[in-house]
Each structure stands twice: as structure tokens, then as C-alpha cells.
């Protein structure tokens, strides 16, 4: 992107006008009427929350060949799930004035600052994966992922069904994604509201396993420890259920049978364990985001207009459908 067309989207946006009507109101510099960066290769800067389970190692991947296979010059960088290091990351890439900076918030708060640098930079930024709680929207373009209290009210609608005409009490135990993130937030908030309507369910413990097997296993052992009687657990993500999964067996319990499990993301090892009956139920979060995502940049750096909110197909897999579906997953 010419650095006039970046100081004009930098006057757009602090305008708080939409920054992806730029080429409309372009500088009149060759590449406004080829209507985007023409020649230019584009530099997308990617600052990732980390490595911290099945589905980032795939969102990854699905980011860095989609970047090639777009012609993309891509800057990557992870983040080991510290929100200062991403910070630092998105800081480096304003420094090296990328044309459009992407990232996976891994909380949803404290992100204002740095955003308004990148405003100000005039380089646009679009969220992947995870959003903010920013009410000012003017600091990114567009946020492209699930919708996570949509996987949440899935995971408690099976719960539902599974127990319909049943009088018991079903006791929950919910493993928890990272503190403060969009997907541990809205995904506690969506199954609770899918389990409201039944006075039977009770989440008799919550606590985070921080979207780690090794941490889901250890706080799924003080979970068995100090309740005896749990039927249900409900991970955050398959990483968690994983580890969960040793715990249980390692307590003498069989996992999807004494204590039935309820995950969210489809990674492969979960889908295993659906066949093996250990899982019950997967909910999937589709990681695959990097050809919507490099589509998403090339439309941004051509100043095309693009959806503030682009949501991820995704589906519910039980354990019947598990051997089908096992050899076509790609992540
Ligand atoms: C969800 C993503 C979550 C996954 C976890 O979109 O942010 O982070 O569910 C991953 O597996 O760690």
C-alpha cells in the first residue's frame, strides 16, 4: 500500500469513517484506480495468541499456507498466550509498516491503546478468531470467526436432549477456556442459557483449564476429588476433555459412560475419541479461518467494503457419526 494511500486511510479513519471505502475516495495515485495495491505485494502482519491446543497448531497452519497460497507476505508471531506479547508483536508490525495487521485477541479487554496506534498509523486490522469488548468498532475492520454462545447453547441443547423425560439431577462440571477470553465468556454464557429452562441441571464446579490438556487434566483430578457424583463434563475446548479424559480413567471412572463429556472444536484426537466412546459429543469451532482471512485482506488493501462480522459454518458431531466423519477432517 503507498504511503500516501496509508496517511489517507489514517485521515479516514480518525474521521471514524468506514476505512474500507478507501479506494472510492482514493488519492488518485495509480493504484486507487487499479483499485487496490497494484504490483505491490501485500505484507499482512499476524500476531497470534499462541500454541495451545489442537485447534491453534490448525488455525496456524490454515493462516500460514493460505498466506502463500495468496501471494501473501506474511510476518507471524506467537504470542504464548500473554497478552503483552501480542501487544508487542502488533507494535513491531506498526513499526515495520505492514499493509494490514490480523490477530487473535487472547482476552477481550486491554486492547484500545495499541488499536488506536495502528489507526493512527493508518494500517487497518482485522480480528480473527476472538473478539474485543471495545464499544469503538472504528479500531478494526471486520471480525471473522464463530459465534461462541451459539457453541454453547449446542452443547447444552445435547445435554437437553439427552436427558428429555428424565426426572434426575445431573451434576456439570465445566472446564473453563482462558480466563477473560470471547470463547470462555460466551461459551459459558451460551450453555447456561441452553440449561436454564431445566431446574435438574446443576454446574456444581467451573473452573479454568486455561484451553490446555495438561491443565485440563489437573483441575478435572481436584474436580473428582471434591465431588463424588458428577454425570457431566463440559470442556471448553477438546484439549481440555483430553486431559480431562486421563483423569477420569486414572479415578477408575469411564469417561463418556460414568461421567458423560460434552467438548467444543472437532480436532481429529477428539473425534478418536468419540469412536473409542470416550466423548460424547463435539461441537465444532471451525479453525480453517486463513482463505476467508487472506480474501478479507486483499478486499481490505483494495479498499473494497467488507461485513464488520464474517461467522464460520460449523456443525455438531455425535458419537454415531464419529467413525464417518473421522477420515474427512482436516484439522
Ligand atoms: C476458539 C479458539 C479457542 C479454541 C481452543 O475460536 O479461540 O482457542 O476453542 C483454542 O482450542 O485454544
Known amino acids: 500500500m503507498h504511503v500516501s494511500r496509508r496517511k489517507l486511510f489514517a485521515v479516514v479513519a480518525a474521521a471514524g469513517l468506514a476505512t474500507s471505502g478507501l479506494a472510492a475516495c482514493g488519492d488518485g495515485t495509480q493504484d486507487d484506480e487499479a483499485g487496490g495495491a497494484a504490483g505491490d505485494t501485500i505484507v499482512l502482519g499476524f500476531a497470534q495468541v499462541g500454541a495451545e491446543s489442537g485447534w491453534r497448531t490448525a488455525n496456524t497452519k490454515s493462516i500460514q499456507d493460505s498466506a502463500k497460497a495468496a501471494g501473501i507476505d506474511l510476518k507471524f508471531s506467537d504470542a504464548q498466550q500473554k497478552q503483552e506479547n501480542q501487544i508487542k508483536n502488533i ?30 498509523a493508518g494500517i487497518p486490522v482485522v480480528l480473527t478468531d476472538r473478539a474485543i469488548d471495545s464499544p469503538d468498532t472504528s479500531l478494526y475492520v471486520t471480525f471473522l470467526g ?102 477420569i480413567e486414572e479415578a477408575g471412572k469411564k469417561p463418556g459412560v460414568d461421567i458423560k463429556i ?49 461467522l464460520t459454518e460449523e456443525g455438531v458431531f455425535t458419537q454415531d457419526q464419529a467413525a464417518a466423519a473421522l477420515p474427512n477432517r482436516q484439522y
Not at 267 to 283: H, L, W, Y
Open 91 to 120: 507494535r513491531s508490525y506498526i513499526t515495520q509498516k505492514v499493509d494490514v495487521i490480523a490477530f487473535s485477541p487472547v482476552v477481550e479487554s486491554g486492547w484500545e491503546p495499541v488499536l488506536r496506534e495502528a489507526k493512527e
Open 146 to 247: 464463530s459465534d461462541f454462545i451459539e457453541e454453547g447453547k449446542r452443547a447444552a441443547n445435547w445435554l437437553v436432549q439427552e436427558y428429555q423425560g428424565k426426572n434426575e439431577t445431573v451434576n456439570i462440571v465445566e472446564l473453563q477456556g482462558t480466563t477473560g477470553s470471547a470463547p470462555a465468556i460466551d461459551r459459558k454464557e451460551g450453555f447456561a442459557q441452553g440449561i436454564a429452562a431445566n431446574p435438574n441441571f446443576k454446574i456444581i464446579a467451573s473452573q479454568t483449564g486455561e484451553f490446555t490438556r495438561a491443565k485440563g487434566k489437573e483441575v478435572m483430578q481436584a474436580f473428582l476429588q471434591s465431588n463424588p457424583d458428577i454425570d457431566v463434563l463440559y470442556a471448553h475446548n477438546d484439549d481440555m476433555a483430553l486431559g480431562a479424559i486421563q483423569a
Open 262 to 310: 460434552i467438548s467444543i472444536d472437532g480436532v481429529k484426537d477428539a473425534f478418536q475419541a468419540m469412536v473409542d466412546g470416550k466423548i460424547n459429543v463435539v461441537v465444532e469451532c471451525n479453525p480453517l479461518l486463513g482463505p476467508q482471512l487472506m480474501d478479507v485482506v486483499k478486499k481490505v488493501v483494495a479498499g473494497e467494503t467488507v461485513e464488520k462480522r464474517i
